[in-house]
């Protein structure tokens, strides 16, 4: 894994766990310019992401000694997504597996994906709970940082 994909696991990692916190498979690309090869997806992740949306996946975790959480997971028709983030943008993208299978392009462009995406990456508003674009600080509007 490169640096930057590296990085952006992590943050992506903790805006799960404190933001979106939503069951699925989540598989993540990076592109280093405006536009993504959609070949960057391999098909045996393809395969998963379709199994976890359409039926049911079970995979045996790798042995890693005491560090494994568990043995294995099962999921059942659980969100699947691929998350494309673009090198040097705030926002990042999650793309239902459905709908990317559905593009035709060979390369995915920051717009269309944007376009295409099914969750636009978020934050809570710290009063009313509402999703609010990254861009903004902790609240919605000023009468929510009022209160
Ligand atoms: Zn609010």
Redesign the pocket.
């Known amino acids: 894994m490169h640096k930057r994909e590296a990085e952006f696991q992590t943050y992506f990692n903790s805006w799960l766990r404190n933001v979106h916190k939503e069951t699925g498979l989540y598989e993540l690309k990076v592109a280093v310019t405006d536009k993504l090869l959609m070949s960057r997806l391999e098909e045996h992740q393809k395969d998963w992401l379709l199994a976890v949306k359409h039926g049911t996946a079970v995979h045996k975790m790798p042995d890693a000694g005491f560090t494994n959480p568990a043995d294995c997971w099962c999921m059942t028709e659980q969100p699947a997504y691929v998350v494309v983030k673009y090198y040097g943008k705030e926002d990042f993208f999650l793309i239902d597996i459905d709908d990317w299978c559905k593009e035709t392009t060979k390369s995915l462009k920051y717009e269309r994906a944007r376009k295409i995406a099914s969750v636009i990456s978020y934050k809570i508003?710290q009063?009313?709970?509402?999703h609010?674009p990254m861009y903004k600080q902790k609240?919605?509007?000023d009468?929510?940082q009022r209160q």
């Open positions: 508003c009063t009313c709970g509402k609010i609240y919605c509007s009468k929510c």
